[in-house]
């Protein structure tokens, strides 16, 4: 059982390291020639107007509110799904009880405005 | 003849023995297991550069082209030549980026990318770990590239990078949910979230028979996430130029784009695992080796028709995208969600044949399909009530 | 609501979907433009005024380089313009080579224009690898003419440059019998695409009112509803002898231009099979110095170029150039209309009504 992990463990040991040798690789065999207008930020190739990192606009945000509602609720949904077959009826109605009051909030949410990007 | 018929686990069982003899026990477990994860890695980057030939020449006989033919037979060599060409490539970085950040995105990009494949069995025999939340496992280190995607935007200090990190955040995020849930009823037909014991509940039929919405819904979803044509707002060159990398060069964009059709092969992968039965196939128990075969050529089916997608469609627009995602993905899984429930506790209670089980699972996807159908045509006629007109008349003077 | 601070982004000159050197500073809220300032003048080469110091005939190469996809019916206009000044007769043979290089132009343009706006939308450039296949077989009847694809220089006082080949008129036949075809697969392709449907409709619409006030024209202010073309409204050359009608369509958005375009590309298709069919034998030019002297006045001569109305006015003070040389550049007055168009929208439909738009730079800076 543990020895499944230690496999994960080390396959994202490999799988950290490479992207770092491949950094290595490079860095011995690329030219290194800074210049001002190189270490410029891309703007279509005029100097840019005022800075990137800006109190952003919320829609994002509220997308990834009701997201967290939802992640939340596949962390319960899987352990139920998975142990379905052993489980009653009594498991069924649960359920049906869970995801109803989620698609309550869903329909709240819509109603709102809140998935009507402005 | 039994060595050959499954070749490569008898090797790999043979090297062991060999180490075995000296190296104490827990070192040739060791050196194996970390043998293991470099061929994987190593398997996936050969995967994967030719995935972008392959990409090329596809889009390219579907565009009436040749495609790369300059470089070795077929142009067999280009990926080859194009690696080298990114690593000896000059990285420029703006002087304006958070350093940290704009260094350390794309190793995270490329490391959540590879790691979903510890646990994918790529044939009978054949997977590095099988641990049984292996689904909610591959699902939670896909979630990783969010981060990182954001991270590339937001450090490269440029708007463009910015605005597509937002979409990537918003788009994944929203794919997500009806992601998870089309897995939720895998997981409720297998009773597991181990990929071997899916694959081998799936030895008679594929779960695609039983799920057909389930299966339309994860491939969607894990089209979005990998941000595959029509969704690949966060990068649309002809909004964003690049978007989230835009400002990257050299061997650091080169993870960029690794990452992405390592992405792009495990959706496939998952989408087969998940639906078109793994490495099942004819004579898999007499000649394992087959098994391999198989699993691939499901795999390289779903990428070519993702790859032809991208070939024909134009792409979607944010809020359409993310309008498709919680109004008609996020229903329609949870829905199929409840019937596939609802239909396994009835079959089972009135014992009904595993053949007549699947036959009602079709009617009772068949039904949705409708409903949905019916709703969608609904509001369809009232944005056209709202003057939509799907039909412009063309006036002749 | 938090307080959301709006960015400021430049969209070009160094931009993909920008056809060409065209700069748009853009104020966004999020995704949502508020507020559009087109810069324009990367590709500005001084033409108007290179005009003067030339001789007349030495502009005629110049005009290939204004819109540079459509260079057949630049030089007409332009040729048209000095023949009104001078009062040069054309024989009818060369009128009828005119009506189907400008037509054959015609196509040429409509279809580059659905190609860029499909890869503005996203398509990785399938639809526009299949229209520049077929835009190819055009050219390959213009080269075979004239010599060149591209920049013709074809069309001269009182006539064209050279006579067709031989072997033009059957060729022709043949490319107009493939682009019927070709269109109609086009249209399966995409006229019915779901994604395109929603990426188009509904989004650029611009009212008749405004297209009249900014004087839009060409397929732009067609598909806005007002059937105006140069060749119905003001017959020049031989347009009055040939059936062909004028679509329209009422909404106004990006995907009636779109649609207005493709029927274009039928009705020049009509067209060229009159004119091949008529094509009279005889002279394909009249006699004219080739140190052009006009009398001194002015005239200002149009034409339905693919993208609008284009127009040359001329002032002639009896020398061997131009004293005043003035391009009404149809892409320039449709652009106007920009800011207007996309405000409250986001950038993806911005792409789309620029590529709905069909701007070329070489006409717009000049």
């Known amino acids: 059982m543990l020895s499944d992990y230690v496999f994960i463990g080390l396959f994202a040991i490999v799988a950290a390291i490479f992207p770092f040798a491949g950094f290595a690789v490079s860095y011995l065999v690329r030219p290194k020639r800074p210049d001002p207008v190189k270490s410029d930020v891309y703007e279509c190739g005029m100097k840019p107007i005022g800075e990137a990192w800006v109190q952003f606009k919320v829609q994002y945000y509220l997308y990834a509110l009701i997201f967290v509602i939802f992640d939340v609720m596949s962390v319960f949904l899987f352990p139920w799904a998975v142990a379905y077959h052993t489980l009653g009826l009594y498991a069924l109605v649960e359920m049906c009880i869970f995801l109803g009051i989620l698609v309550g909030g869903l329909i709240y949410a819509w109603r709102k405005g809140a998935l009507r990007w402005v | 003849m039994a060595f050959l018929s499954d070749l490569l686990v008898n090797l790999w069982n043979w090297i062991a023995v060999q180490l075995d003899q000296f190296l104490p026990s827990w070192a040739t477990a060791l050196v194996m297991l970390f043998a293991a994860a470099v061929v994987i890695v190593v398997f996936l980057l050969l995967t994967v550069m030719f995935l972008t030939l392959l990409e090329r020449k596809v889009v390219a006989r579907i565009a009436d082209r040749i495609g790369p033919n300059r470089v070795g037979p077929f142009g067999l060599l280009q990926p080859i030549a194009d690696t080298l060409k990114l690593i000896i490539k000059e990285n420029t970085e703006p002087a304006k980026a958070d350093h940290p950040v704009f260094r350390l995105a794309p190793a995270v990009v490329a490391t959540a990318a590879l790691m979903p494949y510890a646990v994918i069995p790529f044939g009978r025999g054949m997977v590095g770990s099988d641990v049984n939340i292996g689904v909610l496992y591959v699902i939670s280190i896909s979630s990783l590239t969010v981060i990182a995607v954001l991270m590339a935007g937001w450090g490269g200090g440029n708007k463009y990078g910015v605005l597509g990190g937002m979409r990537a955040v918003a788009q994944m995020f929203s794919f997500e949910v009806p992601l998870a849930l089309s897995i939720g009823s895998v997981a409720l037909l297998t009773g597991s979230l181990s990929l071997v014991a899916i694959t081998e509940a799936q030895r008679k039929l594929w779960l695609i028979v039983a799920q057909p919405i389930a299966f339309l819904v994860y491939l969607l979803c894990g089209a979005a996430e990998a941000n595959r044509a029509p969704f690949d707002i966060p990068e649309a060159e002809s909004e964003l130029v690049a978007g989230y990398h835009v400002e990257y060069s050299g061997v650091r964009f080169a993870f960029f784009y690794m990452a992405e059709y390592i992405n792009m092969f495990t959706t496939s992968a998952m989408a087969t695992i998940l639906f078109l039965g793994g490495w099942q196939g004819p004579f898999v128990e007499r000649v394992p080796i087959l098994s391999i075969a198989y699993f691939l050529a499901k795999v390289y089916g779903l990428v070519f028709l993702m790859i032809w997608v991208r070939a024909t469609f134009p792409r979607l627009r944010i809020d359409q995208l993310l309008d498709l995602s919680w109004k008609v993905l996020l229903p329609l899984a949870l829905m199929n969600l409840l019937v596939t429930a609802v239909v396994d506790k009835v079959a089972a209670q009135v014992r009904l044949s595993s053949t007549l089980t699947i036959g009602v699972f079709w009617g009772s996807n068949l039904v949705l399909v409708g409903v949905v159908a019916l709703v969608l045509y609904l509001s369809y006629r009232r944005k056209r009530a709202r003057g939509l007109n799907p039909h412009y008349q063309i006036h002749w003077h | ?366």
């Open chain 3, 1 to 366: 609501m938090l307080k959301t601070q709006t960015i400021t982004l430049n969209l070009g000159p160094q931009h993909p979907s920008t056809h060409g050197l065209f700069r748009m500073v853009l104020t966004m809220d999020g995704e949502t433009i508020v507020c559009l300032r087109p810069v324009f003048g990367y590709l500005h080469r001084g033409i108007e005024k290179l005009a003067e110091t030339r001789t007349y005939l030495q502009n005629i190469p110049l005009t290939d380089r204004l819109d540079y996809i459509c260079s057949m019916t630049n030089n007409l206009a332009y040729v048209i313009a000095v023949e009104k000044l001078a009062g040069i007769e054309v024989p009818e043979r060369a009128e009828y080579i005119r009506v189907i290089m400008a037509e054959f132009t015609r196509v040429v343009n409509h279809l580059v224009a659905i190609g860029a706006l499909l890869n503005d939308l996203g398509t990785f450039f399938t639809p526009m690898l299949y229209c520049l296949r077929e835009r190819e077989r055009i050219l390959d009847l213009f080269e075979m003419t004239c010599g060149a694809r591209m920049t013709c220089n074809y069309m001269r006082f009182g006539g064209v440059a050279a006579d067709l080949p031989e072997e033009f008129v059957p060729q022709a036949r043949e490319v107009i019998a493939g682009l019927y075809y070709w269109v109609d697969d086009l249209e399966r392709l995409l006229t019915a695409n779901e994604i395109l449907l929603v990426r188009l409709q509904g989004i650029g619409v611009l009212p008749r009112e405004l297209a009249i006030n900014g004087s839009v024209t060409g397929p732009t202010l067609r598909a806005s509803g007002v059937p105006y073309d140069v060749r119905k409204a003001k017959p020049y050359s031989i347009y009055d002898r040939f059936d062909f009608k004028i679509p329209t369509l009422d909404e106004g958005d990006c995907y009636a231009r779109y649609l207005i375009r493709l029927a274009e590309i039928r009705q020049s298709l009509h067209i060229l099979e009159q004119a091949l069919q008529d094509l009279p034998p005889g002279e394909v030019q009249t006699k004219v110095s080739r140190l052009l002297r006009p009398p001194p006045g002015d005239a200002y001569a149009c034409t339905e170029s693919p993208k609008g109305e284009l127009g040359f006015y001329l002032v002639s003070d009896g020398g061997i150039s131009p004293y005043r040389f003035h391009v009404r550049a149809p892409t320039l007055i449709n652009l106007t209309v920009l800011p207007d168009l996309v405000r409250g929208l986001r950038i993806p439909d911005l792409v789309a009504i620029i590529g709905s738009i069909d701007i070329v730079m070489g006409e717009i800076d000049r």
